[in-house]
């Protein structure tokens, strides 16, 4: 069992930066590949960012190449998205969540997830 909680959303202006964080608690957090997905009002959820359990390897949606960065710490049982240059359309609810898979995208990939935190970029 992994539990999730995300941290560090807010508000933010077009252009600007903002990272969310996800504490995991529980058993063999260093076993799972962590991913973001998102949610925006009356859209379904979204595949944002993954990372392996060990950090090596990484993928992204195309919109957030070269502006959105995952990574993770296995010591600390954190996993952190960095977001720069945000989009109005990067406007939404954030989750992370924990796959056995190595590199998920899918999201019934993902066994576990958290609660959310709200990104919301002004245009």
């Known amino acids: 069992q992994v539990q999730l909680v995300e941290s560090g959303g807010g508000l933010v202006q077009a252009g600007g930066s903002l990272s969310v964080s996800c504490a995991a608690s529980?058993?063999?957090?260093?076993?799972?590949?962590m991913g973001w997905f998102r949610q925006a009002p009356g859209k379904e959820r979204e595949f944002v960012a993954t990372i392996s359990w060990s950090g090596d390897s990484t993928y992204y949606r195309n919109s957030v190449k070269g502006r959105f960065t995952i990574s993770r710490d296995n010591a600390k049982n954190t996993v952190l998205l960095q977001m720069n240059s945000l989009k109005p359309e990067d406007t939404a609810v954030y989750y992370c969540a924990a796959s056995r898979d190595p590199i998920p995208t899918l999201i019934r990939k993902y066994e576990y997830w958290g609660q959310g935190t709200q990104v919301t970029v002004s245009s």
């Open positions: 529980g058993r063999r957090f260093s076993s799972y590949a």
